[in-house]
T-cell receptor
Framework: DAGVIQSPRHEVTEMGQEVTLRCKPI?????LFWYRQTMMRGLELLIY????????DSGMPEDRFSAKMPNASFSTLKIQPSEPRDSAVYFC???????????FGSGTQLSVL | EDQVTQSPEALRLQEGESSSLNCSYT??????LFWYRQDPGKGPEFLFT???AGEEKEKERLKATLTKKESFLHITAPKPEDSATYLC?????????????FGSGTQLTVLP
């Protein structure tokens, strides 16, 4: 298995632009998570899905952030409009069950200028 | 609110010099405590899950232990390839079932 696949690996954009991050979870995993990692705040859960349905989006910082999971093999995290404070590494992770360990992707390094 | 504090923030060891990393936590009810390893430019990689006080788990040179207030990650005779950031996370029984609260990590450097 190729593991959790994220794209792009790096994204540099200007303030105000729309950014879309993509994730392909491990096949058969029912849970998908989006995390953000910064030096100041560490790893923070933004949102998670169970069987393609968003369960908890309380970590989404504001309305500029949205996430979708149209099918079991694909999810997106969109930021519109982007701001410099959104600069961080965004991780996608998947899990086969409620108490199971998380499998993380390699992350997307986002820089908003 | 669940809280996780890891210490030290950074640790430098000579190859073969054993030590321990600490993870102190506050949670209303513990569902599980997780240890992850993170290499630069990569996502965290799962190491262990501990569910109850007194539980211990081992993997190669690593051993994780759990009490009601903290967890330790013991590293015996470390090698340079053990250099990484080690993250601790707790999952509480209240709130969102899959919510993990992560600590800020301990950056371990093992010198040859």
């Amino acid at each position: 298995d190729a593991g959790v696949i994220q794209s792009p690996r790096h994204e540099v954009t200007e303030m105000g632009q729309e950014v879309t991050l993509r994730c392909k979870p491990i096949s058969g995993h029912d849970y998908l998570f989006w995390y953000r990692q910064t030096m100041m705040r560490g790893l923070e859960l933004l949102i998670y899905f169970n069987n393609n349905v968003p369960i908890d989006d309380s970590g989404m910082p504001e309305d500029r952030f949205s996430a979708k999971m149209p099918n079991a093999s694909f999810s997106t995290l969109k930021i519109q409009p982007s701001e410099p404070r959104d600069s961080a590494v965004y991780f996608c992770a998947s899990s086969p069950g409620q108490r199971e360990k998380l499998f993380f992707g390699s992350g997307t390094q986002l820089s908003v200028l | 609110e669940d809280q996780v504090t890891q210490s030290p923030e950074a640790l430098r060891l000579q190859e073969g010099e054993s030590s321990s990393l600490n993870c102190s936590y506050t949670v209303s009810g513990l569902r599980g405590l997780f240890w992850y390893r993170q290499d630069p430019g990569k996502g965290p990689e799962f190491l262990f899950t501990l569910y109850s006080a007194g539980e211990e788990k081992e993997k190669e040179r690593l051993k994780a232990t759990l009490t009601k207030k903290e967890s330790f990650l013991h590293i015996t005779a470390p090698k340079p390839e053990d250099s990484a950031t080690y993250l601790c996370a707790v999952q509480g029984i209240f709130g969102s079932a899959r919510q993990l609260t992560f600590g800020s990590g301990t950056q371990l450097t093992v010198l040859p």
